[in-house]
């Protein structure tokens, strides 16, 4: 029998049915329920009770403690009840509301993601790709707020580094159809095979592309010649075809 709110003989109000008014105001009722369901399904380390869910909650006769006093949050619960973990959201089944919204939230993703993929110097992120986000509780982040785009994400990330879109796995979609991209690449490629002058541009072959990451581009864009990539490059030189090498 329910004496006042909080003292019951009951040690599980919950399992009875509604529990008293009040009840879920007690920080110990709420430790009292957490630890209970802790054991029940078996929750021991911080990477266990990262599996949590709503459901869970609703399946345990704990649905109107997340909805009134967690604001259906998982995460808020978790934090309350074990303060002291290094909590990661996106661990979770779903972030709160919102939480993607918060810079400081992307980019503490961005960091642990960082560790997770031993990135230790910032060119060491040209190798991710949109499956490491999706494998890593990241999808979400990439696809809502960074339009798929893992460039987008690392713009953000270190806005001060010269991202060059062609050294990632892959460009963004859609990425070479801007003029001003291709040229951006062929500027660069010019100084990463140290051409000075027009006529430098002869010993120029697919592998050049393809070793500098412009593979693609080479092929989608420009039939795989690397004469025609020249040719929109610098359309007012007079491009004799027969002085490039036999693999272009």
């Known amino acids: 029998m329910i004496s006042r709110v909080g003292m019951d003989r009951d040690a599980t109000p919950w399992l009875s049915g509604r529990v008293p008014d009040g009840y879920w105001s007690r920080a110990a009722n709420r430790r009292r329920y957490m630890d209970w369901l802790g ?25 109107g403690l997340l909805a009134n006093y967690y604001r259906d949050s998982p995460f808020a619960a978790m934090r309350e009840y074990k303060p002291r973990c290094e909590w990661k959201p996106w661990l979770f089944r779903s972030v709160p509301q919102g939480f993607w919204q918060s810079a400081g939230n992307r980019r503490a993703y961005m960091d642990w993601l960082g560790k997770e993929l031993k990135c230790k110097q910032t060119s060491d992120w040209y190798r991710i790709t949109k499956e490491d986000f999706y494998s890593h509780c990241g999808g979400g982040l990439l696809a809502n707020y960074y339009g798929d785009s893992p460039l ?18 892959s460009a963004p979609q859609r990425y070479w159809k801007r003029r001003a991209h291709r040229r951006e690449y062929m500027e660069w490629l010019g100084k990463q095979l140290r051409v000075r002058r027009p006529e430098d541009w002869y010993k120029l072959t697919r592998k050049d592309f ?20 020249l040719q929109e490059y610098l359309p007012a030189y007079k491009w004799d075809s027969s002085r490039f090498q036999s693999d272009s």
Not at 43 to 62: A, C, L
Not at 160 to 169: D, E, F, H, I, V
Request: glycine letters at 12%.
């Open 39 to 63: 054991k029940k399904c078996g929750f021991q380390t911080s990477e266990d009770w990262h599996h949590i869910t709503k459901r869970t909650f609703y399946k345990n006769r704990g649905g």
């Open 152 to 169: 987008a994400a690392l713009k953000e990330y270190r806005p001060s580094y010269p991202w060059k879109a062609w050294l990632l796995t």
């Open 210 to 229: 393809v070793r500098h990451g412009g593979g693609g581009l080479l092929v989608m864009y420009f039939a795989a010649s690397p004469l025609k990539a």
